[in-house]
């Protein structure tokens, strides 16, 4: 037997449709912030991931999915969805559009070489959103916004939202160096992995998930207190934009974010009741990226995104308390002997043609196994048709919610089936005109 590869997983129909809530969401909410989708390629040519997410993080050094194609060329499986948009609205111009800021959102599988756990997988799901030309802080803000309300609308609302700013490139460079001379003395009490980053970049060293309840980087300095007067103007006009918005949030003073591109403000949102899963608590990560896209070829134009992990948004489902679902199929035909299969057949196209979910015996089973099928099932509305019922041009309905069975005239069928599925089994018949239905 052959297996799935580590760290991957199927999704089987049972759970589709908690997927399928999830990217509902994510098309409603997209469209209340007036986000457009964009659909890019699974892998791309190497050197793009490794300029844009940067040669000295994790994700390019030990995690991403390379190789060589059949040309020589040299791709890779995207980590991650940021880099391939900026890619597309440079190669595809998009940045010259009329309306303004760009407005992006994405979602697809990403690939990390991570060590599988609960949470973190090889193969994992990303939304992501990106809103790029506009430096204004109305859109950081609008983009935490927007990451709210989509957790709102799935109803995950115990949650905290985490802001930090980084400040621009020269707050940043003052403060790597400050970070850097601080963390020199006692280097070598920090894992290996900080060792090599405090050097390349030692922001990241902030970020380590080995050493994070390490005092020296509990008392390192804060990014917070090296930012230019401008980039301070720009964090404190974020925050009166969530005030104004009413939106809770706290600032997390160590917050950094595991890629290069980030600049001024950063944020994640922690799912509270997912604590136990430490890193994995964190839904959605994102912030402003003002050199990304000139930093790859492209014109120098400010950015601002961010990207959740969907496995992390079921996981945090599992807790939400959810209102009952209708069942799924509509009605379910038990076509009684051979003669009447073909008429039957047409009855339950005709309805499905009026968007009603029907299934059919396919196996022509006795009745016994006929009636055990729709009890699988779990049809709102049973259809008996034989003999008799083809002669009178009619069908027997049986409400399965209530045990009200009928002889609907053919002519009515429809009309009787959408008009009682939302009626729990009026005594009805479709074409009484005293109901409201009628
Ligand atoms: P990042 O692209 O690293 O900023 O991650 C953004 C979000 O993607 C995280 O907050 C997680 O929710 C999710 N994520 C990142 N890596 C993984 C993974 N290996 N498995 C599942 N979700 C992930």
């Known amino acids: 037997m052959i297996n799935k590869i580590k760290g991957t997983y199927d999704i089987l129909p049972d759970e589709v449709a908690k997927w399928q809530e999830i990217e509902d969401s994510i098309q409603n909410v997209s469209k209340l912030f007036n986000f457009k989708e964009i659909r890019t390629p699974i892998f791309e040519y190497s050197e793009l991931f490794h300029r844009g997410v940067g040669e000295t993080t994790d994700i390019v050094k030990k995690e991403t999915y390379d190789f060589k194609d059949r040309g020589d060329r040299s791709v890779t499986l995207r980590p991650e969805g940021t880099a391939s948009v900026v890619r597309s609205v440079i190669e595809n111009k998009l ?3 009329a309306n303004q800021p760009l407005k992006l959102y994405y979602q697809g599988p990403m690939f990390r070489y991570e060590r599988p756990q609960k949470g973190r997988y090889r193969q994992f799901r990303q939304f992501g959103a990106e809103a790029l030309g506009s430096n204004s802080p109305l859109i950081d803000a609008e983009i935490i916004n927007y990451a ?9 609302k115990n949650i905290t ?11 940043k460079e003052q403060y790597k160096r400050k970070l850097q001379e601080y963390l020199e003395p006692n280097i070598e009490e920090l894992c290996s992995d900080c060792n090599r980053r405090y050097k390349e970049n030692p922001l990241r060293v902030l970020d380590c998930k080995v050493d994070k309840d390490n005092p020296i980087l509990k008392e390192a300095p804060k990014p917070l207190d090296y930012l230019t007067e401008e980039a301070k103007y720009h964090f404190e006009q974020v925050i009166e934009a969530l005030d104004a918005i009413g939106l809770n949030y706290v600032i997390d003073k160590s917050l950094v974010r595991g890629l290069d591109y980030y600049t001024h403000t950063v944020f994640e949102i922690d799912a509270n009741n ?7 608590a964190t839904l959605v990560g994102g912030g402003r990226y003002n050199n990304l896209v000139e930093s790859l070829d492209g014109p120098d134009i400010p950015a601002v995104g961010f990207a959740f992990g969907m496995e992390r948004l079921l996981l945090a489902l599992e807790s939400v308390d959810k209102p009952v679902v209708d069942p799924f199929i509509h009605c379910f035909m038990i076509a009684l002997g051979d003669e009447v299969q073909g008429d039957a057949l047409r009855i339950v196209n005709d309805l499905r043609h009026g968007g009603l979910t029907c299934d059919y015996d396919f196996f022509n089973k006795n009745l016994k196994g006929k009636f055990k099928q729709a009890e699988r099932l779990n049809p709102m509305f049973l259809l008996i048709y034989g003999e008799e019922e083809a002669k009178d041009m009619v069908v027997n309905v049986k409400d399965t919610r209530n045990g009200v069975q009928e002889t609907i005239p053919l002519a009515n069928l429809y009309h009787y089936i959408v008009s009682h599925i939302n009626t729990q089994g009026s005594s009805c018949s479709g074409n009484c005109s005293d109901c409201d239905e009628c």
Do not use: P, V
């Open 274 to 280: 997912m604590e136990s899963l430490g890193a994995q």
């Open 161 to 171: 939202i985490k802001i930090n700013s980084l400040g621009d490139a020269l707050s």
């Open 148 to 156: 709210a309300t989509f957790l709102e609308a799935l109803r995950i």
């Open 95 to 97: 940045y010259a559009s």
